[in-house]
């Protein structure tokens, strides 16, 4: 993990907070078959752009079912999928000089690092990620990694469609701005008051003082994770513990 002065500079970058569905776990055998991506920059945490992409996998056959159910994945609603080439290309030029952010986002990285070597694409992912994940873990004091739907229940943030990765990475960056908007101590002191009516209510523009956003910076630092290579991002997926 980067030391905390290290890590500013990247987040002088936009934040691309992104997700990936695949037709599985095994890096080999499975492939994305959706991508989302959602484009914001710091302090103020405006939506700068989206991007969402059904991807053709290679073959559905040995796919793990479960991911598939998951995903939403039919023929028939990824008949204008586009090519996994295509795909990458549409992501990399969407994130370029931006900084990806995820949950557990080695994993989502691992796959799109594979698909770029099958396809001798350049690396367009940086040395660098922020890891949501470990942010929110230590703010709302789970012992465990939490899942991301576990997370967005506490903080009472509203899904506005049945599972996809453009809905995981909008969840995500709502999760974020939950975390920037509050200090650990006012979050701890708002966290029981929160209903499903809050959300509403907290979708508009972020203000904080510039000793506020300074604060963050410092704190969210911590969580730069550097480091994006296979076997980094391998040992990183070998550590996770499910809350």
């Given at each position: 993990?980067?030391?905390?002065?290290?890590?500013?500079?990247?987040?002088?970058?936009?934040?691309?907070?992104?997700?990936?569905?695949?037709?599985?776990g095994d890096l080999d055998r499975h492939?994305?078959?959706?991508?989302?991506?959602?484009?914001?920059?710091?302090?103020?945490?405006?939506?700068?752009?989206?991007?969402?992409?059904?991807?053709?996998?290679?073959?559905?056959?040995?796919?793990?079912?479960?991911?598939?159910?998951?995903?939403?994945?039919?023929?028939?609603?990824?008949?204008?999928?586009?090519?996994?080439?295509?795909?990458?290309?549409?992501?990399?030029?969407?994130?370029?000089?931006?900084?990806?952010?995820?949950?557990?986002?080695?994993?989502?990285?691992?796959?799109?690092?594979?698909?770029?070597?099958?396809?001798?694409?350049?690396?367009?992912?940086?040395?660098?990620?922020?890891?949501l994940q470990d942010w929110a873990q230590?703010?709302?004091?789970?012992?465990?990694?939490?899942?991301?739907?576990?997370?967005?229940?506490?903080?009472?943030?509203?899904?506005?469609?049945?599972?996809?990765?453009?809905?995981?990475?909008?969840?995500?960056?709502?999760?974020?701005?939950?975390?920037?908007?509050?200090?650990?101590?006012?979050?701890?002191?708002?966290?029981?008051?929160?209903?499903?009516?809050?959300?509403?209510?907290?979708?508009?523009?972020?203000?904080?003082?510039?000793?506020?956003?300074?604060?963050?910076?410092?704190?969210?630092?911590?969580?730069?994770?550097?480091?994006?290579?296979?076997?980094?991002?391998?040992?990183?997926?070998?550590?996770?513990?499910?809350?």
């Open positions: 993990m980067a030391a905390a002065d290290s890590g500013l500079a990247h987040l002088e970058k936009d934040l691309v907070f992104f997700d990936c569905e695949m037709t599985g492939d994305i078959i959706e991508i989302g991506a959602v484009r914001s920059r710091l302090p103020e945490l405006s939506v700068v752009a989206e991007l969402s992409l059904k991807v053709e996998p290679r073959t559905t056959r040995g796919a793990n079912q479960t991911s598939l159910r998951i995903a939403g994945y039919s023929a028939k609603d990824w008949k204008s999928a586009v090519s996994m080439q295509e795909a990458l290309s549409q992501l990399g030029e969407f994130a370029a000089g931006g900084i990806f952010v995820g949950w557990a986002t080695y994993n989502d990285l691992l796959f799109v690092q594979a698909a770029v070597a099958r396809l001798g694409m350049e690396n367009f992912a940086g040395d660098a990620y922020v890891e230590q703010r709302l004091h789970l012992a465990l990694t939490p899942g991301l739907q576990r997370v967005a229940n506490q903080l009472k943030i509203v899904r506005d469609e049945e599972h996809s990765a453009i809905e995981d990475a909008l969840v995500t960056y709502e999760v974020f701005r939950m975390l920037w908007r509050y200090d650990s101590e006012e979050i701890d002191r708002i966290l029981p008051s929160l209903d499903w009516n809050s959300y509403a209510d907290l979708t508009g523009p972020i203000e904080v003082s510039d000793a506020q956003a300074t604060a963050r910076r410092l704190e969210l630092a911590r969580y730069i994770m550097v480091g994006t290579g296979r076997d980094e991002l391998l040992a990183r997926r070998g550590g996770f513990r499910r809350g």
